[in-house]
């Protein structure tokens, strides 16, 4: 199986489990679905709901239950911010792959399916994927286990866009125009999917009606259970902070049921602000209006980069505003490079890419902007990490000009920038022979040094 394409860094993630004690009605709810037996128990359950109510949090909770029992065949997640690895291209030979690590009979099958037919290795083809390196080697190496096996399918909406994961949409649902593409139900009995995403249009046009999908959504989650998830969540990361239960009560009421909500709200409390007490903190964040459900999230990124862009007005207004519109305009500049790269890129290389933008006013530091933005982007303490928001909905947000206003990003002009860019690197970078090999002879398979 050595060369076959596996997708790194798309399964399980320990780092976004929920709080133990919270969600435990419906983690409850799904594994007593996972674990029913029978012919017409569904073989796919799509749990789906807006951004921010915690929809990964239960995949890798689960994900992580059925790994420390022995049940868990695959976790695959996609991440919008990682489109340049193509991950909707390697779903079921990473799915396969991670099925023959834990199975030998499974390993032996699929290693018979490749043996000759080396190219399906590194297939791109998502049906040939289902049909050769998961359906057929399973049929083969099915009945070494009764138990559930769980195949974990978290963020299904950030595949792509319609196009791309069309395919995968009617395998899953069944629809494949090929009536001779093998169905879900196909699979053995105790196989069980689990598959998480926004109600997105396409998503929905698919799965709905489908008789091997059950349905779930966050939305059904009474408020008086999600309150109290909430609270929970709150109380432990505000720990020790002087806050008392009646403050706990208040921001899970203001969260109306989004984890993410909460999390941020913890996260600008939590932080140092010159002049505030943490006090003052919690009374800004709950005295934002809170509108409807949609604009809370939106609410809440306003209210911290306002924050971060604050200047201090009380001496020379026309200075500290000149001050203000050049952090702006870096933020724009720098937002707009991260959200532009297909690929999540470190500081150092963020930084080096900035030195070839078409104006000596991009020409900056990144830390400048992204030093205070820890609670929002990932990656911000550790130079070689990749930086990238924390949740799709900030891109959401930022993206959108009524919602974020003066924090708009211009995509169009951020992909012209990086483009300009691109160019510029490699014009003065490329070179003939940049790996210095010794022979153009030696395929570069055969290099130790590549």
């Known amino acids: 199986l050595s ?22 009605e419906i983690l409850s709810q799904i594994t007593e679905w996972v674990n029913s037996t029978g012919d017409n128990v569904p073989r796919v359950l799509w749990l789906s709901g807006p951004a921010g109510k915690g929809k990964s949090a239960i995949a890798h909770t689960i994900a992580k239950w059925f790994k420390d ?9 996609f991440d919008r911010q990682r489109e340049a690895d193509r991950r909707h291209e390697k779903i079921f030979s990473t799915i ?8 030998p009979e499974m390993r032996q099958a699929l290693a018979d399916a490749v043996q000759t037919a080396n190219s399906l290795k590194n297939t791109a083809d998502i049906t040939q994927q289902w049909q050769k390196l998961l359906i057929e080697p399973l049929k083969k190496s099915s009945g070494s286990t009764t138990e559930p096996i769980v195949i974990m399918i978290d963020a299904l909406d950030e595949s792509g866009g319609v196009e791309t994961r069309n395919d995968l949409l009617r395998i899953l649902a069944g ?31 698919e799965f709905h009606g489908v008789q091997h999908i059950q349905q779930m959504s966050m939305d059904d989650i009474p408020a008086a259970v999600a309150k109290r998830d909430i609270r929970a969540y709150v109380s432990k990361e505000l720990e020790g902070l002087g806050f008392q239960d009646r403050e706990f009560a208040v921001l899970a009421e203001k969260a109306d049921g989004l984890f993410e909500w909460a999390r941020l709200a913890c996260g600008y409390i939590k932080k140092s602000h010159a002049g505030l007490s943490r006090m003052d903190c ?3 964040v709950v005295a934002r209006d809170p509108a409807e459900r949609s604009m809370l999230l939106r ?3 306003g209210l911290i980069l306002t924050d971060i862009m604050h200047m201090d007005t009380s001496t020379d207004a026309q200075h500290s505003q000149k001050l203000r519109s050049t952090a702006l305009a870096r933020f724009r500049s720098v937002m707009g490079q991260i959200l532009g790269t297909a690929e999540p890129l470190p500081l150092a290389s963020l930084n080096a890419m900035r030195r070839h933008f078409p104006t000596r006013e991009d020409n900056f530091d ?9 609670s929002l982007l990932s990656g911000t303490t550790s130079p070689d990490s990749p930086i990238r928001p924390l949740h799709a909905s900030f891109r959401d947000f930022l993206t959108d000009e009524p919602s974020s206003g003066e924090f708009f990003i211009d995509m ?13 690197v490699m014009e003065h970078g490329l070179r003939f022979n940049i790996c210095d090999l010794k022979s153009s002879y030696l395929p570069n398979s055969e290099d130790p040094g590549l």
């Open 3 to 24: 060369g076959m394409t596996y997708a790194e860094g798309a399964g399980l993630d320990t780092r976004k489990q929920c709080l133990q004690g919270t969600r435990t």
């Open 69 to 77: 029992v022995g049940g868990l065949g695959s976790c695959y997640s």
């Open 96 to 103: 396969a792959r991670d099925l023959a690590d834990r199975d």
């Open 175 to 205: 629809k494949h125009q090929n009536p001779a593409v093998p169905k879900i139900t196909d699979l053995p009995g105790n196989f069980r999917f689990i598959v998480t995403s926004r109600p997105l249009g396409d998503i929905n046009d």
């Open 282 to 284: 919690y009374d800004a």
């Open 299 to 301: 609410s809440m990124y």
């Open 366 to 374: 990144v830390e400048l902007v992204v030093k205070s933005m820890g």
């Open 412 to 424: 169009s002009k951020a992909h012209h920038d990086l483009a300009f860019a691109s160019l510029r």
